[in-house]
C-alpha cells in the first residue's frame, strides 16, 4: 500500500496528473483541473476512483468525496468482497 490520499490535489497527483486522470476517465484534462480548482469530484466518479486507487495501492480517504462519519464507514464497508465482510 502506497498511501492515504487525503486531498483532490493529491488523487489526481497519484492518477498522473490532470491530463493522464482525464484520459483514465475519458474526459477533457480541463475538467479535471477544474475538479482540483474546486477541491471536489463529481459524484459519479467516486466509487470508480475509489476501487481504481486501491487497484493501483493507495486508499482515498472518503473526506475526499464529502463522507462523513456512518456515510463514509458505509462507502467502504461497501467496497468489502463478500467473503472478507463480517458475518451477520
Known amino acids: 500500500m502506497m498511501g492515504t490520499l487525503r486531498t483532490v490535489r493529491e488523487v489526481v ?3 498522473g496528473g490532470p491530463a493522464d486522470m482525464g484520459a483514465w476517465c475519458g474526459i477533457n484534462a480541463n475538467a479535471v483541473s ?3 480548482g474546486r477541491g471536489d469530484i463529481p459524484p459519479c466518479w467516486h466509487m470508480r476512483l475509489f476501487v481504481e ?4 495501492g493507495y ?5 475526499v468525496f464529502g463522507l462523513e462519519g456512518d456515510d463514509a464507514a458505509d462507502f467502504v ?7 472478507h465482510a ?3
Open 77 to 83: 464497508a461497501a467496497l468489502v468482497p463478500i467473503e
Open 86 to 88: 463480517p458475518a451477520a
Open 34 to 36: 477544474n475538479w482540483m
Open 53 to 56: 486507487a486501491r487497484r493501483r
Open 13 to 15: 497527483t497519484a492518477f
Open 59 to 63: 486508499e482515498i480517504d472518503p473526506n
